[in-house]
C-alpha cells in the first residue's frame, strides 16, 4: 500500500513524503518507543500518537521509513527536517491509533506479530 492509498483511507495529510515511494505491508502501533526498538520489519508502518522527536529517531534506529500520527498530533519543523534527512514519511491523521490500525488491517495492512 502506498502513501496515497493510506491518506484516504485514513482522512490524513501527508506532511512529507518518501524520496523514493515504499509499497507498505505491515504495521505496529505503539506509543512506547521501547517496544518499537525491540521489532524490525522490512516496509514497516509505525502508528502512534507521540508527536516527539524520539519518535522520529526511534524509527530511523528500526529502519521505518512511514509514522502515521494519531489524533491529529502536530509536528515541529525539527521533526520534519529529520524525517526528511532520514527519508521517513510523515503522516497525520484525526483519527485514534484503534481507529488507524483497523482501518489498515481491514485493507490488508499485516499486523507485525
Known sequence: MNLDQIIELIDGEILIANE?????????????M???LRWHCDNMILITGLATIQTIRTAEL??????ILARGKKVSDEMLE?????????????????EISGILYQEGIKPLY
Open 62 to 67: 528500526s529502519g521505518i521509513y512511514c509514522v
Open 82 to 98: 529529520i524525517a526528511g534527512e532520514s527519508d521517513i514519511a510523515i503522516l497525520t491523521s484525526p483519527k485514534s491509533m484503534f
Open 20 to 32: 523514493n515511494p515504499i509499497e507498505y505491508d505491515s504495521a505496529f502501533a505503539s506509543d512506547l
Open 34 to 36: 521501547s517496544d518499537v
